[in-house]
Every structure is written in C-alpha cells, then in structure tokens.
C-alpha cells in the first residue's frame, strides 16, 4: 500500500484514526483496514476509524468504520473529531455540514471544542422489561443517529458493564442490528453519570457521543433532567447535551465537548499484518 498518512485524535477518550480519503486512495477495503489498525499494541490501536471522503450533498463525508470492521450508521465524539480534522486541514470552515449514514451533520469549532446539531432522535420506547439470565432489566431505547438501550442505575461501580452490556447488546429484543448500552445515574436535574457498553467495539469505552445524547434524552423523557444536560463520561471529561422538547418531540438537539489532537503518523505495511 502506498505511503499512507493518518492522525490520532480523542474525543472525551474516545479515540480515533483519522484518514483523509477524498481521493479515494485505499488500498485496502476499509473494513479491513479499520479491523486491522485498530487493534491494541500490535497495531496503532483505536475504538474505530473515520474516512473523510468527498460529498455532493455537503463539505465532505464521514464513514466511521468500527473496531471490528463493520461500520456504523453515526457516532458523536467521531464526528466531533472529525469536525476538528476537517477544519484543521481547510477541507472545511468552522462552520460545516458533512454526511453520514444518519444523515446531514452541522457542526460549528472554536478551538478545540467542537458543537454538533444532532439528527432528531427516532424510535423511542420507555419501559421496555427484557429478561437476562433469569434477571428482568427495565430498559428505555432511543436511536441518536444509532440504537441504544438505556438503563438507570443507582450505583455505576457495581454495575458489570462489558458483561451485562454484552448481554443487552446481542438481545434478541435488539435484533437484527443489536444496541449500544448505556448505563446511567441521574444525580440531579442538570448533571448525569453514564457508562457505556459499544456495539462494534464489543466493550466498554470511555465516552460515547450518541449514548450521551441517548441518556440525556431519555431521562428529559422521563422529566427527570432539563436543558442543557452536564454528562460525565468513563473519562472524567463533562460533555454538554441541549435541546428543546414537546413532549417525546425533540428539536435542536446540540451535543458539545473538547477534542484532542494526539499526534500524526505515517502507517507501515507491518500495522496490517494478520
């Protein structure tokens, strides 16, 4: 494969691999590719990539290709990456529009911090009771762009993430396409406590945009939050979820927080290696 050049960036530690690809020079079918370098200390190891590739509808287009290789319909703290990155390389302005599976994404960057208008969430069910071994777990779903299941908790530490959450995920009540879970604690009207269990990684990370998104919404659903809504993810970093609501009915739903800029790097043939 030729020369092929990349930047590491973190959204709330959710970290990514990052390729201009608008001249659509990959050797390697993305999903492969995606599989292969993100892989821990063989590789240069990340939660998913993201390829910017040209668009007839906006600035530029993101494919977000996860750790496992199968892609995904949208994903927060990657856009927000992304954003950062397009800015950053004068693909785009400060203000931008860019297309992603779930459609049109605006985003605005000052800095290093990075504000996006969110899709309107679909598919709301609150009080949904699934059964795990034997166990009945209340679960509220929403879609921010991609599923996810919701679960309030009282006590985060005591909850086993990457076992329960797998258990949730692969639920048949979550099929075909399986969920994202997210793990909450509401701590009052203003401040909430997630963990978050990621379809496609297959454990939990340290931030999830749409799942920040999804909890917010889901307990202003319940009237247990207002706007703006303070999240504080698995990383220690405080992401800022707003909109307005009629009812269940979202509008101008505005998810924002810091990116990372790690480093630049150039991928040897060896990062691909099986």
Do not use: W
Request: proline share 3%; with cysteine; net charge negative.
């Amino acid at each position: 494969m030729d020369k092929l050049i990349f930047v590491k960036m973190s959204g709330s530690g959710n970290d990514f691999i990052v390729v201009d690809n608008r001249d659509d020079r990959l050797a390697v079918e993305p999903g492969t590719l995606a599989e292969r370098i993100c892989r821990r200390r063989i590789s240069v190891g990340a939660d998913g990539m993201i390829l910017v590739e040209s668009s007839s509808k906006a600035d530029f287009r993101m494919r977000i290709l996860n750790a496992d290789g199968s892609e995904a319909e949208m994903c927060g703290n990657g856009a927000r990456c992304v954003a950062r990155f397009a800015e950053m390389l004068g693909i785009a302005g400060p203000h931008m529009t860019f297309e992603t599976l779930a459609g049109i994404i605006h985003a605005q960057v000052v800095g290093s911090r990075v504000k996006l208008q969110m899709g309107r969430p679909q598919q709301i069910r609150l009080d949904q009771s699934i059964e795990v071994d034997g166990v009945a777990h209340h679960v509220h779903s929403i879609n921010t762009g991609v599923p996810h299941a919701v679960l309030l908790c009282s006590d985060l530490e005591a909850i086993p993430v990457r076992a329960l959450g797998r258990e949730i995920r692969f639920h048949p009540a979550f099929q075909p396409a399986g969920t994202n879970v997210d793990f909450v604690t509401v701590l009052d009207t203003r401040t909430l406590v997630i963990r978050t269990y990621e379809r496609g990684v297959e454990d939990e990370t340290l931030a999830c945009g749409t799942g920040t998104v999804a909890a917010a919404l889901v307990a202003a659903t319940l009237g247990m939050v207002s706007s703006p809504v303070e999240v504080r993810v698995r990383s220690g970093e405080t992401l800022t979820v707003s909109f307005t609501r009629n009812g269940t009915e979202f509008h101008e739903v505005f998810f924002e927080g810091d990116v990372r800029l790690i480093y630049q790097g150039e991928l040897m043939a060896e990062a691909l290696s099986a």
